[in-house]
Every structure is written in structure tokens, then in C-alpha cells.
């Protein structure tokens, strides 16, 4: 009888439970909901339950299905708030503080990902980020075999100085700039991941409706992420058992002393990320530790270390004794030595760096890796470091968003899909350079594709063209993936309702994620103005539309130019154009500007047949603007075979 007791009210229990209504994640309080637009409220309960919501005056009640899944669509709304929202089923969620404004899906990869801690300026615009009616749902990165119901977590932070510091930071100046121009709430859905390609953000539907990849999705195994993990895992343990490794080791505490022996651990060549140096898929916490002689002039003075940048966060010891540390995977490490650490002869440096994803370890130029002396002798870092494993990240599985297509779509983007939206803002193609050719079908099928599945018609999408970054020090001459990239970035431009945003004038030669995330988020902003919100503004920069061989000359028209061009050149020349003949080789050319068109031509050639404009992974010398500011976006006139013609997404 007890028995009989226990089980029925285990059973009343689980009931109770799956009765009760629930609701995903982002139907949560402080959530911006889409003006103008058909508001869907979903979530679940028990099968046949009864739903009655109410919001702002309406009434309206539905039953759960056989399952438990419930929607229900309230009428537009205008902007405004805050409002309260009331479900009642078996049990009753009142959700609070609710505005009605704006609502722009942020995605991408780390450069959309990159918060507003890690921009120019940082601490000033914290302090400064006071509004209330800008907020952020930040979803949490996690993968999806298969189309998921709700995020894997995420909640509603208000703008504030203590939450904006996690805010998408292109996201944030770009709402910052619609909220000052049309004084309307703002919500952003920020689901990013760094490193991602574009085939993880695209569903199974779309591959397998397009030709240039239906063969590739029919290869896609049914996936048991849960069993794939666990074999990878296994063998990942194998190779490292093989390099020694022992995981988690014993002794650390000991690790970060002079005195410790570091004699039978492995050597790595910094910077450079761990991932690329033989420990691919290795995240955790790792060890560096280097010896260095210091001089007896500078022994008991003060140093500074520098380190470069270290993915994601590091705690760094000088003897012993902790110097500094930071939680930030793109901010260049300086550590001051306080006097007395140093002493005359050999010096040890440890650094405890942890990795939650991605390429982890220390990265970026050599030159920022350096010990800089109170009598100013620089002792460079550079070169081989020991190096040991602490311990892997637990529960992390060896499968990432990158290891089959859809992932990030099934579990990202699938579950957001009820969620009415004005438009999204893309960041992403530095992980797709080395397919840039087929991104011309692989990005535009992506955005089809999201707005098939939000069946909210064509959506406002616009996205950021990729900074200038000498990735690989492509040009006209070796050629360049990251300006084949781009020109499948324009292409992408004939959809119909898209933008772009041109960002070649404010990226960094040796930093991939450029700290100047305002101008994006500005450039962003000036496209939804214009064609959203009706300002009728300058929104692009000079645009090229056609060429003309004029003799030994090429005349270059262009679009968008404003009220005119602008050349940032204290003599007026532009910049940045080549010049070929029917050979294919591009010399440097003059160019000089007679009315709207670029006239450019080189002695070289004499007989002209295509000229190029910013062709390059880093071309730091195109100057030409028009006069509102926005740099002219790079283009060729041929369409001459690139290095990445032939490339293909393949699962591995």
C-alpha cells in the first residue's frame, strides 16, 4: 500500500508538472516586442489545457494539442510601454515590464559576438549607455542535431552601464543610433558564435533545395551528437595520452614557481593558438611558462610585461607572484611588474590561460610579446614556451558548431522562429574565405532561407562587408580570399530588401576583430534609416556601376556618390585602383577624378581592359569617400579565375 501511495503521488507530481504552462525563454519579462506586427505567444502545457492570455486590453484563449504545444497570435501593437502580460492555464505567468518597439535579430560570427567591453572607448561608453528602452537577449551558444523547440538559455538585459558591457557592441551603436533618431524601443536577439561559417547558420531544408549542395546534405549522417562526442572525446584522450598529457593533472598549485620543473613538458611557438599547433579541439586550461635572464641594473625595478592578446581569459605570475589577469579574448595583455619581483638572472614567466571554444592560447604580433625593462631594454617573447594541460573543459564536447552543417540553426535560430522581427543584422565571412566563391550561393541561400522560416516575407537583412585584415597578405598578384569574399558579399546585394555596410577604412592589419565597432554599428543604422524608417538619408558610399576604355584610360562610374566624392589624400589623389590589360597583370595606376566618374590608367598598359579597387586582404590605401563619409566599396571589372573558384563545403 505505501508502495502503491509513493508511485501515485510521483505520478500526480510529474503531472502537476508537465501541466503547468511554460514558457520559452524568450517570452520572458523585460522582452521588446514587435510593433506594427501580429504578436505569437507560444509555449506548452497539458495536452488540451485551455490558454487565455491578456496584453494590453486583449483577450484571447486557445487549447493545447495532443503534445502540449500551444500558439496564440495577438493583434499589432504600436510602440510603447512598459505593459504587463498575463497567461492563465492551470497555473498563471504574469510577465512585466514589457515594451513595444523595434526588434532586430544580431547574428553572426565574433565580430557581431564581440561585446561593447571590447570596443575604442570602452569604459566611456559603459558609463554613458543609460537607456532603458534598449535591450539585449543574449542567446546561449549551444548546437542542435535536429530543429529545437527553445534556446538552451538567454534572458532580457536592460541597457544599463552594468549590462551593456555584454551587449553585441555592433549591435548596441546600432540600436543606440535608431533609439536617438526615432525614439522607440529597441530589442536585440543577439545569437553569435565566433569562428562559425555560414552552413552551420542554414537549415537542411535549404541544402537539400539547392543545387550546389544537395548532394553535400544527402552525405549528412543521421547525427547522435551525444554518441559522436563521447568517440571523439575518447580519441582526442588517446592523442593526448600520446603526447604525454594527463588529464586533470596533479601539482598545478606548483606549476606557477621558479623552483617547479618543466623539463618533461611540451614546447609551443607563441603566439599562436594551440589549436593550430596540434591541439585541435583541445579547450580547457593551459599552462605557459618561459624562463627569461634580467640584468643586474634592472633587478628590484619595475617592469612591464606584455603579452599580446590570449583567448578567452588568463592569470599571469611573474616568480611566482600574480601580476595581473583579464577575462577578455581581444584585448592586448599589459601587466605592470611591481619593483621588487624581478631579480638578476633567470625569471620565470607562467600564464594560466583557460579556453572555452575556438582557437585558444596567446595570438596576434609578435611585437606586442615582449618585457620591457625599468632602463628600457626590450626582451622579446616570442618563440617556444613549455607548455602542459591542467584540465579539459568539463562536459565540453569535441563536437563544435563548425563539425556539420545546420547546427547552429537548429539550435539557434529554429527555436526564435514564432518571434515577430523588424529585420537582422549580419557579421559573418572570415570563417568562409577559403570558399568565398561558393559563399556567392552559400550566404544569399542562408538569408532565403531564414526568411522561408520566419514567414515574415523579406525582412529587412543587412550585413557588414569584411573589415581590411592582412590575413594572409592577399593582393591582386598572389590573390586574395578575403576580396573574393567580399565581392560575394555584394553579389549578395541583388536580394531584394539587403544592405550592406562597407567597413574597409576601419579594420586592422593584424587584428582580426577591429575595436572600432561604432562606424559599423553607424553604417548599419544609416541603411535601416534610410530604407526603413523614411529619412531619405545618404546611407552608402560610391558604388561601382560601369566602365568605359577611353584610349589608353579606363573611366570608372560610379553609384551613391552622395554630393560627391571625397578623397581622403592631402594632394586629392585616389588610391587603391589597379589597372590590366588583356596579360591579367595589375599595375599600381593614377587615377584622378573628373566630375562623377574615376579616371585611371598606368604606363605599364596601354591597352586597358580591367581595373580593381581595393583588392586586397588589407587596402590600407584606398581613400576614396563621398562626402557623407562612407568609403567606396571594392569591386573589379573582370571576372577572372580567383584562388577560390574551386572550393567546396564538404563534411569532413
Known amino acids: 500500500m505505501e508502495r502503491f501511495i509513493i508511485v501515485l503521488l510521483t505520478l500526480i507530481i510529474s503531472y502537476s508538472s508537465y501541466a503547468a504552462v511554460r514558457l520559452p525563454k524568450i517570452i520572458s519579462d523585460n522582452m521588446v516586442l514587435q510593433r506594427d506586427k501580429p504578436i505569437k505567444i507560444w509555449g506548452w502545457a497539458g495536452a488540451s489545457e485551455n490558454i487565455t492570455i491578456y496584453f494590453k486590453g486583449q483577450t484571447k484563449t486557445v487549447k493545447a494539442d495532443k503534445s502540449g504545444k500551444w500558439m496564440i497570435t495577438l493583434n499589432a501593437e504600436p510602440a510603447g510601454g512598459p505593459h504587463q502580460l498575463t497567461i492563465k492555464g492551470k497555473n498563471t505567468i504574469i510577465l512585466n515590464d514589457i515594451l513595444i518597439g523595434e526588434v532586430w535579430v544580431c547574428s553572426g560570427q565574433s565580430n557581431m559576438e564581440m561585446s561593447v567591453r571590447s570596443t575604442n572607448n570602452a569604459e566611456l561608453e559603459i558609463q554613458k549607455a543609460r537607456y532603458p528602452e534598449i535591450r539585449q537577449f543574449m542567446v546561449q551558444r549551444t548546437i542542435a542535431s535536429s530543429p529545437a523547440d527553445d534556446v538552451k538559455g538567454g534572458d532580457w538585459k536592460i541597457c544599463s552601464p552594468e549590462n551593456v558591457p555584454d551587449f553585441t557592441?555592433?549591435?548596441?551603436?546600432?540600436?543606440?543610433?535608431?533609439?536617438?533618431?526615432?525614439?522607440?524601443?529597441?530589442?536585440?536577439?543577439?545569437?553569435?558564435?565566433?569562428?562559425?561559417?555560414?552552413?552551420?547558420?542554414?537549415?537542411?531544408?535549404?541544402?537539400?533545395?539547392?543545387?550546389?549542395?544537395?548532394?553535400?546534405?544527402?552525405?549528412?549522417?543521421?547525427?547522435?551528437?551525444?554518441?559522436?562526442?563521447?568517440?571523439?572525446?575518447?580519441?582526442?584522450?588517446?592523442k593526448l595520452k600520446g603526447l604525454n598529457f594527463n588529464t586533470p593533472a596533479t601539482g598545478v598549485e606548483t606549476w606557477k614557481n621558479p623552483d617547479y620543473r618543466d623539463n618533461q613538458w611540451n614546447t609551443m611557438k607563441l603566439p599562436g593558438h594551440w589549436e593550430e599547433q596540434g591541439l585541435a579541439d583541445v579547450d580547457g586550461t593551459l599552462?605557459?611558462?618561459?624562463?627569461?635572464?634580467?640584468?643586474?641594473?634592472?633587478?628590484?625595478?619595475?617592469?612591464?610585461?606584455?603579452?599580446?592578446?590570449?583567448?578567452?581569459?588568463?592569470e599571469t605570475f611573474v616568480n611566482g607572484i600574480a601580476i595581473g589577469s583579464t577575462a577578455t579574448y581581444n584585448e592586448k595583455r599589459k601587466y605592470k611588474i611591481p619593483a621588487g619581483l624581478l631579480k638578476g638572472g633567470n625569471n620565470l614567466i607562467a600564464i594560466r590561460v583557460f579556453d572555452s571554444g575556438g582557437g585558444g592560447g596567446i595570438y596576434g604580433d609578435p611585437v606586442d610579446m615582449k618585457l620591457t625593462t625599468s632602463h628600457n631594454i626590450v626582451i622579446p617573447l616570442t618563440g617556444n614556451w613549455s607548455y602542459n594541460i591542467e584540465a579539459l573543459l568539463p562536459g565540453k564536447t569535441a563536437i563544435g558548431p563548425n563539425s556539420y552543417p545546420t547546427l547552429l540553426f537548429n539550435a539557434m535560430i529554429n527555436p526564435l522562429l514564432n518571434y515577430s522581427i523588424r529585420g537582422a543584422l549580419w557579421y559573418q565571412g572570415e570563417a568562409n574565405d577559403s570558399r568565398a566563391f561558393q559563399y556567392r550561393t552559400a550566404f544569399p541561400l542562408m538569408i532565403r532561407d531564414w526568411r522561408s522560416h520566419w514567414k515574415q516575407g523579406d525582412f529587412p537583412f543587412y550585413f557588414v562587408q569584411l573589415a581590411s585584415?592582412?590575413?594572409?597578405?592577399?593582393?591582386?598578384?598572389?590573390?586574395?580570399?578575403?576580396?573574393?569574399?567580399?565581392?560575394?558579399?555584394?553579389?549578395?546585394?541583388s536580394l531584394p530588401n539587403t544592405g550592406m555596410a562597407v567597413t574597409t577604412d576601419i579594420g586592422e592589419a593584424k587584428d582580426i576583430h577591429p575595436r572600432n565597432k561604432q562606424d559599423v554599428g553607424k553604417r548599419l543604422a544609416a541603411i535601416a534609416l534610410n530604407k526603413v524608417y523614411n529619412q531619405h538619408n545618404v546611407f552608402s558610399g560610391p558604388t561601382y556601376e560601369k566602365m568605359r576604355v577611353d584610349g589608353n584610360r579606363i573611366r570608372i562610374s560610379f553609384t551613391n556618390v552622395g554630393t560627391g566624392f571625397l578623397v581622403k589624400d592631402k594632394y586629392g589623389y585616389p588610391k587603391g585602383f589597379e589597372i590590366a590589360g588583356a596579360d591579367q597583370k595589375f599595375h599600381y595606376a593614377k587615377a584622378w577624378i573628373e566630375g562623377n566618374e574615376v579616371i585611371v590608367s598606368a604606363d605599364q598598359v596601354f591597352n586597358p581592359v580591367a581595373v580593381r579597387f581595393a583588392w586586397a586582404d588589407y587596402p590600407e590605401d584606398a581613400n576614396l569617400f563621398n562626402k557623407e563619409g562612407f568609403p567606396a566599396s571594392p569591386f573589379r571589372t573582370d571576372n577572372w579565375k580567383g584562388i577560390t573558384d574551386a572550393a567546396k563545403f564538404r563534411i569532413e
Open 169 to 238: 557592441a555592433v549591435g548596441y551603436f546600432f540600436a543606440r543610433e535608431i533609439y536617438l533618431s526615432q525614439r522607440i524601443p529597441i530589442g536585440l536577439i543577439n545569437t553569435s558564435w565566433g569562428g562559425t561559417h555560414s552552413e552551420t547558420w542554414t537549415s537542411r531544408e535549404a541544402f537539400e533545395q539547392s543545387d550546389e549542395f544537395k548532394d553535400m546534405i544527402a552525405s549528412l549522417p543521421e547525427l547522435d551528437l551525444e554518441a559522436l562526442s563521447t568517440e571523439r572525446n575518447e580519441e582526442q584522450q588517446k
Open 287 to 314: 599552462w605557459f611558462r618561459k624562463q627569461i635572464t634580467i640584468g643586474p641594473a634592472d633587478a628590484g625595478k619595475e617592469g612591464q610585461l606584455e603579452l599580446g592578446m590570449i583567448d578567452d581569459s588568463d
Open 469 to 493: 585584415f592582412n590575413a594572409a597578405n592577399g593582393n591582386s598578384e598572389n590573390g586574395s580570399t578575403w576580396a573574393e569574399l567580399r565581392e560575394a558579399q555584394s553579389l549578395t546585394l
